[in-house]
């Protein structure tokens, strides 16, 4: 009804009252005020007396391209930004830009009046003198170079890696911040990473003093002031090389029905509302979780200590009890603070083991019934969930792990210990959203909103030249449908990257707007309050309500507070995710050096005007540029690069590939198709490869694991290619990328 709301306003280009659209759409009156009240927040309307009308102004984060020109993206559709008319604007800064009258072709466009935020306060690069002058050459491609003060360089040396905060001035310049290191070294990049996207690496004193200061022992009053379930047969299952755990379970048959148990740490026992360390997690936002490096949201003494689900140990809990009958329906939710003692710690590797029929270690045989119960249950809540319509992607998941200064790239194969796990969390962040929402309690809650019209317009134009259907009327059931239609097909991944695109961003709000990926009229993120701050947050919403002690003015506070808080998280996990995509690519370019001339197989991932992408089997992606292809020519409607006598080159497509040279500075691998009329040019790019064992002992001088290299003291993994829903980026520009030409306003107009 928004975009119907929407599309009506712009259709007839005049301002309206409410009584209008009461009689047009036959809404009721509380009903059509909160569309409206939504458009307004947005920025999609205005409203100034009893009139609502389409703002002349939009607001939103503008993307610029080499040639000029940009785009101010909006919820509905972007605003195109001829060349001259971007002012000051750099790449992600948030701006205001006035509509113009279409010109000839009928198309919107605007000029951007100022910036309203600048994306970034810091740019890390490489130190450059030119003419008596200190300059800054971005990392980052798209922004200009940067004329420095002088002081903090003394000493610095031609190509040293920087970090300086920007000052927007007339003539931007930079002022500098931290030297990083020399050259691209692991060591050197993960730091830029970390001050690229603002990160916080290390805890400021005060917190560390907070953290040390909390007791290891829980008192006594305590325990007894909580439920008790240390006589229940409580256990995690995690990876093998988890440290903090945030969840536990347990699983009971009653007379009629099971009763599911799903224990998450207390976090907010530990970390008060407004204390230290509160303010440092809120800033955080999340955990960050890069390649040999993690950044964690709370200190290690609460994160791997105090909090976490440990095997033999009182910990202190917040816990769902969920009551389920025979056909898995939910008879009775209830909420607990408790005490557990975990009587084991289990693994996904161990769990995946004995769904394929193997025994469990000795040590944890006496789980076996109860495991054998749990899969089965969480199988049969898959199942339901998939037939309500929540989609699922079954893109391949592989992990980054850096040890003995060497990069592992490891395909996860446990879905069904995973699967578990995630099923029992899913159904606890439901029923907690649910209870929030029933009650009008203030929270953090997931949201995934529906993809826009012209999103799904254009995936069932896509489908439907592979020969798949999608009804006019948007439904996650028959996304779903074509999903499963596609499963083990050649085009399943072509069908799943295009359904994928057209979502929107997952985020945290204030306000329940449902799951669409997951068809949930109700979701919220719970079960992970370690590193997750809106975790956190909705944990102090429940334990107000079960202590009674939510007052009006809390409720007050918080309702105001929260739209700040989800928003601020959003972009947290986004810069994460970024982060951890950025810093993995470089791993794997580095990975790429030490291979050049060999061949591998990989499958095709991409398709463009310029070349194709292919991914490895290990995760690694490459591009093959159009002119290593032969005649080929890129074809939009068969979403394919089409070549002479009906060959073809579509997403899924198997090819074989050799590693053709690779930048670790700028994230790029470039591959050759092997033929084998070029073996001899393969074999030549081998000769390469004892040139790389060079640059490999000189990374294990700088990148390695900590001496101890204990199970529970290896470096964290990355994950990546992990599907969230929606979090789609748009393959970034590799080869040939300029800064943005000049964009003062030239004298010559657009036509109109």
Known sequence: MRETLLEFFKKTG?????????????????????????????????????????PARVQGPISLHRDGYGFVRLPEKDLFIPPGYTKDAWPEDLVEAR?????????????VERVLKRARERVVGTLDFRRGYAVL???????????LLPEG??????????????????????????????????????????????????????????????????PEAELRRREDFRSLRVFTIDGVDAKDFDDA????????????????????????????????????????????????????????????????????????????????????????????????????????????GYGLPEEHAFLAEDLRLLLDLTGRL???????????????????????????????EEPRARGLIEELMLLANR???????????????????????????????????????????????????????????????????????????????????????????????????????????????????????????????????????AEHASEMERKAEAAERELTKYYMAKWAELHLGERFLGKVTGVAGFGAFVMLRNGVEGLVR?????????????????????KRIRLGDEMEVVIAAANPRLRQIDLLPYRDEEKKEASRGKTLVQKGKAKEEEMRKVVGPPKDTSRDSRPERATVNTVYFGEWAPREEKAGMHRPADTRAKRRRRRR
Request: net charge neutral; hydrophobic share 40%; aromatic share 8%.
């Open 137 to 147: 050459l971005p990392d980052e491609l798209g922004l200009p170079e940067l004329r």
């Open 626 to 646: 159009l002119e290593a292809l032969g005649p080929y020519t890129y074809s939009e409607e068969a979403l394919a690069l089409l070549g002479p006598k009906g």
């Open 431 to 565: 029923l907690v959203a649910e209870y929030l929402v029933k009650k009008g309690l203030p929270g953090l809650f997931r949201v995934h909103e529906e993809p826009l019209e012209e999103a799904y317009g254009k995936l069932r134009t896509a489908l439907a030249r592979l020969g798949y259907t999608l009804p006019e009327k948007l439904s996650s059931k028959a996304l779903q449908r074509v999903l499963l239609e596609a499963k083990g097909r050649p085009e399943e991944p072509v069908v799943a990257n295009l359904v994928l695109r057209s979502l929107r961003l997952a985020r945290y709000a204030a306000e329940n707007l449902g799951h669409f990926g997951l068809a949930m009229e109700h979701y919220l993120h719970f079960t992970s309050p370690i590193r997750r701050y809106p975790d956190l947050v909705v944990h102090r919403v429940l334990k107000a309500v079960l202590r009674r002690t939510l007052t009006p003015a809390k409720k007050a506070r918080w309702q105001e507070t929260f739209p700040a808080m």
């Open 249 to 356: 379970i347990h699983v009971e048959r009653l007379p009629k029905g099971y009763r599911i148990g799903v224990h998450i740490a207390d976090v907010s026992h530990y970390v008060k509302e407004g204390s230290a360390l509160d303010q440092e997690a809120l800033l955080r936002g999340t955990s960050v979780y890069l390649p040999g490096r993690v950044l964690p949201m709370l200190p290690e003494r609460l994160s791997n200590g105090v909090c976490s689900l440990k095997p033999h140990e009182d910990r202190l809990v917040l816990s769902v009890l969920v009551d389920l009958d025979e056909n898995l329906e939910v008879k009775r939710v209830r909420f607990a603070e408790g005490v557990i003692r975990s009587v084991a710690r289990t693994t996904y590797t161990e769990v995946e083991a004995f769904a394929e």
């Open 153 to 218: 360089l003394h000493g610095l040396k031609r190509g040293s890696r920087i970090v300086v905060k920007v000052h927007y001035d007339r003539r931007p310049y930079g002022e500098f911040l931290e030297y990083l290191g020399e050259g691209d070294a692991p060591e050197t990049e993960t730091e830029a990473v970390i001050a690229k996207y603002g990160l916080r690496a290390e805890f400021p004193e005060e917190v560390l003093k907070e953290a040390e200061a909390i007791p290891l022992e829980i």
């Open 14 to 54: 005049r301002p309206h009252r409410l009584e209008e659209i009461l009689s047009r759409f036959g809404l009721e009156k509380r009903e059509a005020k909160a569309y409206l009240k939504a458009l307004v927040r947005e920025g999609l309307l205005e409203k100034k007396g009893s009139q609502y009308f389409l």
């Open 99 to 111: 509509l113009m009258p279409p010109g000839r072709d009928g198309k919107p466009w605007g000029v």
């Open 382 to 412: 898959r199942q339901k969930r998939l037939q309500a319509g929540s989609l699922d992607f079954s893109f391949p998941e592989v992990k980054v792990e850096v040890e003995d200064g060497t990069l592992h790239l490891i395909p996860q």
